[in-house]
């Protein structure tokens, strides 16, 4: 098969530096597949994890899940809190009760201390649901009691490491299984975060460094939709948690043995169709999010047959605007944690989001590409067939991190048994990366790296070592996942800008990409808007879509003038020539 890229590809879509990020979950112990991994008692000290999670720096850490409605804070008074000490012993005297759910001071600064040592910030996800409940304990039954949470707003801003936090959440699926129904009153909690947040931070001191307010959180398109019709407004950043199937069921055995695995790009389009709708300056991340729930699938989602699962999504959602971040469940716990709980040595899913992070940058610059593929190129946004069918073998591009101007290729062979030529047409010279599990095998939890075994040792990532070859023809063993960086070959969307202060033109999505069919792929679609991050990682994003809107309009209100006064002028000389 043969693969070339063309000069002028243009960007399809740009994703935060910490496209992939990952979890903390509260589930206390003896909770099946988590062992000691929750927020309370991870061991954040632990050298390995710190490693672990430095490795994929620059990164968000979103400390949430299914418990986070039901912890307490208990959080002691300080000199700027409104909180009484009535209040605070009443916090303290539940946390008593229930110590697996209940975050000390001491174990809030440990968590701070861990994300800014690695390099991450914090999404932390506040408790909504269990300070709507009445006397009896059904939920919904009242305003949002804002009182524990406005109590450890309060202490986080004067801890000195007050800016790795990036934003709140309010609440986690809250509106799941019936759980609350209350919109309005939802909103009106959103509203009153707003001002406490607002009110926290008002210093000149910390106020550049306000967090912002991510949600809904939540799940299903549906949902989103209806929450974020309500919402829009309150929120900066939308979230949603998104999983392909349930750990427990066998069919995801099947599943995830199956090119059924591959994701498209237009599954994310009817989320990104709701998150234009109703926000000002669209962005969305799935906030939570693994190929399986109720804690993933052994053998499955901590193996590297789920490593095909992973790559080939975040392949599709780096294509899917506005989404810009994808926060991986879980760092630790579960059958799907990235790093062992037990042994904190890396499952295969880590090693893919390291080298995703160490080699892909922020812009896809192509479509999906598949060598079978017979559908029509102007039907699909990004030049991507309806189903994988029985491909096996995908290829994304994107540019190279940390080069000027050169493209890569992340490049799945699914194949068990068969292994594949792929001939890069352009540039001099590549440097390849294949992952393989150990002994060739999908089910191994083990990666080798050009056959090279990776593993963290005594808080030390392993060097990650290409293959530089001036051979363009690469030899893909079956079930490998491959990074290859093209050398001496420029793309134009891949140079960095010369200056930020000219501003940047609207992206043109015109890429095309030529197979060994000479079939051309292209990836405009006419009707999505520009993305647009307002992101602090220094990244020069494209120009927000009403920008764009107004500049068109001012243009076409100009040539309707010009076209106006033309005719005034004719006008008036046809009725000196009948004089």
């Given at each position: 098969m043969k693969i070339s890229l063309h000069q002028n590809a243009s960007t399809i879509s740009i994703v935060r530096p910490e496209f992939i990020s990952t979890t903390l979950d509260w589930w206390p112990l003896k909770t099946e597949a988590w062992g000691n991994s929750s927020v309370i008692h991870a061991d954040l000290s632990h050298p390995?994890?710190?490693?672990?999670?430095?490795?994929?720096?620059?990164?968000?850490?979103?400390?949430?899940?299914?418990?986070?409605?039901?912890?307490?804070?208990?959080?002691?008074?300080?000199?700027?809190?409104?909180?009484?000490?009535?209040?605070?012993?009443?916090?303290a005297k539940a946390c008593d009760k229930n110590p697996q759910l209940c975050l000390t001071m001491q174990r809030w600064e440990e968590v701070l201390k861990f994300a800014h040592d690695a390099g991450a910030r914090i999404v932390f996800t506040l408790a909504y649901i269990r300070h709507t409940r009445d006397e009896s304990g059904q939920n919904d039954q009242q305003d949002w009691d804002s009182t524990n949470a406005r109590q450890l707003l309060q202490y986080t801003a004067q801890s000195k490491h007050a800016n790795t936090v990036f934003g709140f959440e309010l609440g986690n699926e809250v509106t799941h299984k019936g759980k609350v129904e209350n919109v309005t009153r939802l909103v009106n909690a959103y509203a009153e975060l707003r001002h406490i947040i607002d009110e926290t931070w008002s210093s000149n001191e910390n106020s550049q460094h306000k967090p912002k307010i991510l949600g809904p959180a939540s799940t299903g398109q549906s949902i989103t939709t209806k929450?974020?019709?309500?919402?829009?407004?309150?929120?900066?950043?939308?979230?949603?948690?998104?999983?392909?199937?349930?750990?427990?069921?066998?069919s995801l055995v099947r599943y995830a043995e199956s090119t059924s695995i591959i994701q498209h790009p237009k599954n994310f389009h009817g989320i990104s169709s709701t998150v234009n709708k109703y926000m000002d300056?669209?962005?969305?991340?799935?906030?939570?999010?693994?190929?399986?729930?109720n804690s993933g699938r052994q053998s499955i989602t901590d193996s590297f047959i789920g490593s095909f699962w992973f790559t080939n999504l975040l392949g599709a959602m780096s294509k899917s605007r506005p989404h810009t971040v994808y926060c991986r469940q879980a760092l630790v716990g579960g059958y799907y944690e990235l790093i062992s709980h037990e042994t904190m040595e890396a499952m295969p899913d880590y090693w893919i989001a390291h080298l995703w992070k160490k080699l892909v940058g922020s812009k896809a610059i192509g479509p999906i590409i598949s060598p079978r593929r017979e559908d029509s190129p102007q039907k699909y946004t990004f030049g991507c067939c309806e189903g994988p069918g029985s491909d096996t073998l995908l290829i994304h591009a994107f540019c190279a991190k940390g080069e000027s101007s050169n493209p890569m290729f992340v490049v799945t062979n699914f194949d068990k048994k068969s292994s594949f030529n792929l001939n890069i047409t352009v540039g001099t010279k590549i440097t390849k990366y294949i992952l393989t599990g150990k002994g060739g095998s999908r089910d191994s939890r083990s990666v080798v790296l050009n056959g090279k075994l990776l593993t963290i040792e005594n808080g030390r990532l392993p060097e990650i070592d290409g293959e530089h070859t001036d051979d363009l023809l690469i030899a893909l063993p079956p079930a490998s996942i491959s990074f290859v960086t093209v050398h001496g070959f420029q793309v134009d969307e891949c140079v960095p800008p010369a200056a930020a202060v000219t501003g940047i033109a609207p992206i043109v999505y015109t890429s095309s990409v030529s197979l060994e069919d000479q079939h051309q792929f292209a990836t405009s679609d006419g009707r999505d808007v520009v993305p647009y991050v307002a992101s602090e990682s220094e990244m020069n994003y494209p120009a927000p879509f009403p920008e764009v809107q107004r500049f068109v309009l001012v243009q076409m209100l100009a040539l309707a003038g010009a076209v106006f006064f033309a005719f005034l002028l004719c006008s008036r000389k046809r009725r000196r020539q009948s004089r």
């Open positions: 390995n994890l710190i490693a672990a999670a430095a490795g994929l720096s620059p990164l968000f850490i979103r400390v949430g899940g299914s418990q986070a409605d039901n912890v307490i804070y208990n959080i002691m008074t300080t000199s700027n809190s409104t909180t009484t000490v009535e209040e605070a012993n009443r916090f929450l974020l019709n309500a919402l829009g407004k309150h929120v900066d950043i939308a979230t949603y948690h998104k999983y392909h199937g349930g750990g427990k069921s066998e300056e669209p962005e969305v991340w799935v906030g939570e999010g693994a190929m399986a729930y």
